[in-house]
């Protein structure tokens, strides 16, 4: 993009549905995202497993010889209930684990449609992002105005003085994937100089040294 700094994402995280919703668009649309991370040269880091959504775009990384890397708890592998993953698959122990990981691993984020499990990944990401626990991209892509509600309620939050304008900056969208990307790659963290003194401890997978339920 020219005139413009890129980040280099070299893995980006998906958080989407384990159901295919009721517009095709949105497994077409999750295809095509895998596609363009396969054809970018970015691997996929994601909730493991092969169901809806969550299946379309690990299927389609993989398709363009991309890594895939599945990160799932253990419950969700008992009498195979989410599928086989697509890719190397890392089991944790609890959500938390699973999100902090992916936090961990991840240069990027992008939601595709989903429901509560989504969203809650969504949310959580922005706000450690508020809070410069990260200073990674993250965005929706708004297939078909899903997200337009959500958008309408983050701007409303903004005027009610709930979300200030820098903090809303941290929520990227998009409609088309290349462009999403092309966003992701762009964007430049703007931390909030209060939260940002903030002293957060490196994390472990041992010790608990890094509270990560936070929320403002």
């Known amino acids: 993009m020219k005139g413009v700094s890129v980040r280099k994402i070299k893995k980006i995280c998906v958080f989407c549905g ?3 919703g009721k517009d095709v668009a949105f497994v077409n649309a999750a295809f095509h995202l895998g596609e363009v991370l396969g054809k970018r040269k970015i691997d996929l880091v994601y909730g493991g497993g092969k169901l809806g959504l969550m299946g379309c775009v690990s299927t389609a990384v993989a398709q363009h010889e991309r890594q895939v890397l599945g990160i799932i708890p253990s419950a969700f592998t008992v009498n195979n209930l989410v599928g086989e993953t697509c890719g190397k698959e890392i089991k944790v122990a609890t959500m938390q684990e699973r ?3 992916m936090m961990e691993l991840s240069d990027a984020f992008i939601a595709l449609p989903g429901g509560f499990g989504t969203l809650e990944e969504l949310f959580q990401m922005i706000s450690w992002a508020q809070l410069s626990i990260h200073n990674k991209p993250i965005g929706v892509l708004n297939i ?3 997200f337009n509600g959500l958008l309408s309620f983050v701007d409303h939050a903004v005027k009610q003085e709930f979300i200030t304008p820098r903090a809303r900056k941290i929520l990227i969208s998009a409609t088309t994937a290349d462009e999403l ?4 790659q762009a964007f430049r963290f703007e931390p909030d100089p209060a939260l940002s003194k903030l002293k957060w401890s490196p994390s472990s997978s041992q010790k608990e040294k890094l509270d990560l339920t936070l929320r403002l």
């Open 99 to 101: 999100l902090v990981m």
């Open 181 to 184: 990307v092309d966003k992701l």
């Open 18 to 20: 384990a159901n295919s």
């Open 144 to 146: 078909n105005g899903f």
